[in-house]
């Protein structure tokens, strides 16, 4: 919803904030007051071409800007922080629980033509505005493209007119058509891609062929780190461990038995043991001594098997280590940046061996995949089809009943849903929403055909009767009551309050009985100049004022103001 326009610059108008809310809100005005510029000013946050000749005169450059409230996970959004901006969370009013965000939109065209757009605080290209303002307005008017201008456009919005079920059947068919896809893809790279195959499968199957020979392990490559390490200071290693053992034990390197370790303290165990039963102190003292002796023998002989194994692995086992270890990191530095990546690569690309493989049973069981999943896709849309005539004739029917009461008595909207040749996302056929103007004319494409009023009326009557099931946050009409008066003119009022009851609804128009359908009515009112504009929001008074000026020519006709009351009053706005 927008909740506030600014415009700067823009055609008459020197600076104006436009406040809008919820519901209906109207724009009245003298003739060339500048009602036409608040339009031109939301065209430039579509996108429209950029126009020097808008900029006021003597003005730099014009400015409009917007700032709208949005519910969580809207379109715009993403779209807003695809570009590098950003919108802000608002505090929660008697009207926007359901709006938490608020996002600021701007576009800037100076005297020569060049613009600028902005979309939440970041530079933004046209197109990106253009985007963001199509998921948030649609304007209807003489010179403004149509919202379901598009057959794409006719086929989502007949589409959602039809409901649950067809949207059940369209899952299902399009689950369906991107199963056909895949399978029409990897058929075609059987048959075109054979020899890229063939040389992408013998590479695979040498590489894979290379890893299985190694037999990689996980957690290998730390284990031979660490036996290599141990390995490659072997030598020190023995003779450290050969001088421990002789100082202990003898033996080893030394034969200096004599004075080992074992055999000094074996002297001094004796030498105590002699006098222990006089001294229950020097007895202790033997017993720890003999302790000593004991654990010294012991770490001898353990250093005796260490100097053992050492001798038994030798050169030999480095050797066979160091070869280990190159032959993992040869495969690291192909397949992966360390074992767990190079099995998860060979897993990964054994399946795609696999597919690659020139197996014309292959080739049998994707095109018999693909006879089956045509024949289903076939009846799946044939379904789709009826759905969306049965669709297209209830809306043709709604629509043409709501433009009787839109002073189009012989107008009616045709919904053609026609079979296509080739299967597509959303089935086999096209939408197309055609206006046959009078009884015996043929149904032309809607924008040709029709004044630019009377298609007004036409997307009024559509968006009325889709407004439920295919909303867009915010309707600008333009000329909707173009050509129009009387009880038609008090209908176009009545089907614009009904719009606004599920959307925020903007209309320009010059009609009082349209006008007093309003939840909010903005005057726009030139200077005595006839050189700037103002835009009023009227209250109860000015609303009556305004509307007899609308009226009666003036303001001051006792039976304007009557009349003037009297319509707010039937439209339920006093």
């Not at 050169?315 to 940046?337: C, D, F, I, N, P």
Request: hydrophobic share 40%; charged share 25%.
């Amino acid at each position: 919803m927008i909740e506030e326009i600014h415009i700067r610059d823009l055609g008459v108008i020197t600076d104006a904030t436009l406040p809008l809310g919820p519901g209906l809100s109207v724009l009245t005005g003298e003739t060339g007051a500048g009602k036409t510029m608040v339009v031109t000013a939301l065209g430039m946050l579509l996108g429209a071409r950029s126009d020097a000749a808008a900029v006021r005169s003597g003005a730099r450059s014009a400015l409009s800007q917007a700032v709208v409230r949005l519910p969580e996970g809207h379109a715009a959004l993403a779209l807003t922080e695809d570009a590098g901006g950003e919108a802000h969370r608002i505090e929660a009013d008697d009207y926007s629980e359901e709006l938490p965000q608020e996002l600021i939109v701007s576009r800037t065209v100076n005297a020569t033509g060049r613009s600028r757009a902005t979309v939440g605080g970041a530079a933004a290209p046209i197109g990106v505005l253009s985007r963001v303002g199509e998921s948030l307005v649609a304007v209807h008017g003489q010179s403004d493209q149509l919202r379901l201008r598009s057959s794409e456009a006719q086929r989502t919005a007949l589409d959602a007119y039809a409901g649950k079920k067809l949207a059940t059947e369209l899952r299902k068919y399009r689950a369906n058509y991107e199963e056909y896809r895949r399978a029409a893809r990897e058929l075609r790279e059987v048959r075109e891609n054979a020899r890229a195959r063939a040389f992408e499968a013998q590479s695979l199957g040498q590489a894979l062929k290379e890893i299985d020979s190694v037999k990689p392990q996980p957690g290998e490559e730390e284990k031979l780190d660490a036996e290599s390490a141990r390995l490659t200071n072997v030598e020190q290693l023995r003779t450290a461990a050969g001088l421990a053992q002789s100082a202990l034990i003898g033996g080893g390197e030394s034969d200096l038995e004599a004075t080992t370790v074992s055999v000094l303290l074996d002297s001094a165990h004796r030498a105590l043991a002699q006098e222990a039963d006089d001294d229950a102190a020097l007895a202790a003292l033997a017993q720890r001594v003999r302790e000593l002796m004991i654990q010294a023998t012991d770490i001898g002989e353990e250093l005796s098997g260490y100097l053992s194994d050492l001798n038994a692995e030798g050169q030999g086992r480095l050797s066979e280590v160091e070869s280990r270890r190159a032959a993992l990191k040869k495969l690291t530095r192909k397949y992966g940046a360390d074992i767990p990546e190079v099995l998860e690569w060979a897993e990964l690309n054994r399946a795609r061996l696999e597919q690659l493989t020139d197996d014309p049973a292959r080739s049998e069981a994707l095109e018999e995949k693909l006879r089956t999943l045509r024949k289903e896709m076939q009846s799946q849309s044939m379904v789709l089809m009826d759905l969306r005539r049965a669709a297209a004739k209830k809306l043709a029917k709604s629509v043409s009943g709501e433009l009787k009461a839109l002073a189009m008595p012989n107008a009616a909207l045709v919904v053609e849903v026609t079979e296509a040749e080739k299967f597509g996302p959303d089935g086999k056929d096209t939408v197309s929403f055609k206006l046959s103007p009078h009884d015996g004319a043929d149904p032309r494409p809607l924008g040709k055909g029709a004044s630019g009023g009377e298609l007004s009326r036409v997307m009024l009557a559509l968006e009325v009767v889709l407004a439920e099931v295919d909303p867009v946050p915010t309707f600008i009409f333009d000329e909707v009551d173009s050509g129009v008066g009387g009880k038609a003119a008090v209908e176009i009022g009545k089907r614009l309050a009904h719009l606004a009851q599920h959307v925020q609804v903007l209309v320009v128009t010059h009609l009082p009985q349209v006008a007093a359908y309003a939840d909010r009515h903005v005057l726009v009112l030139k200077s005595s100049d006839s050189t700037v504009s103002q835009v009023n929001v009227l209250d109860s008074e000015g609303r009556i004022v305004e509307l007899a000026r609308m009226l009666a020519g003036h303001e001051d006709s006792e039976a304007a103001r009557a009349h003037a009351k009297e319509l707010l009053q039937s439209a339920g706005q006093l």
